[in-house]
């Protein structure tokens, strides 16, 4: 069974940092696109940063400078170092593998993990 698995979300004020970690298991997916995604109460799901299998990455513009993703396809991890937070970061944070198609910012990913909840207070 395939599963990815989200840790490190918590409550934080803002300016803080926040380390996000996804561990995947029953397959490796070092081959293929791994990605966060996040939602907030009333919101779509949206994307934050994505890192294909050669280590290109992307990032949403809201995001950029701020938070670093990063990979250890050996361990079958995926990271999300989120700086300088902001309130309006709020949201339950999502990891997703193998995007399905070529457009890494939307969410056409096959699997994706239960979220971290992120909270930044001000």
């Known amino acids: 069974q395939v599963q990815l698995v989200e840790s490190g979300g918590g409550l934080v004020q803002a300016g803080g940092s926040l380390r996000l970690s996804c561990a995947a298991s029953g397959r490796t997916f070092s081959r293929d696109t791994m990605g966060w995604f996040r939602q907030a109460p009333g919101k779509e799901r949206e994307f934050v940063a994505a890192i294909s299998w050669s280590g290109t990455w992307y990032y949403a513009d809201s995001v950029k400078g701020r938070f670093t993703i990063s990979r250890d396809s050996a361990e079958g991890t995926v990271y999300l170092q989120m700086n300088s937070l902001k309130p309006e970061d709020t949201a339950v944070y999502y990891c997703?593998?193998?995007?399905?198609?070529?457009?890494?910012?939307?969410?056409?990913?096959?699997?994706w993990g239960q979220g971290t909840q992120v909270t930044v207070s001000s």
């Open positions: 997703a593998a193998k995007i399905l198609g070529v457009v890494v910012t939307t969410p056409n990913y096959y699997y």
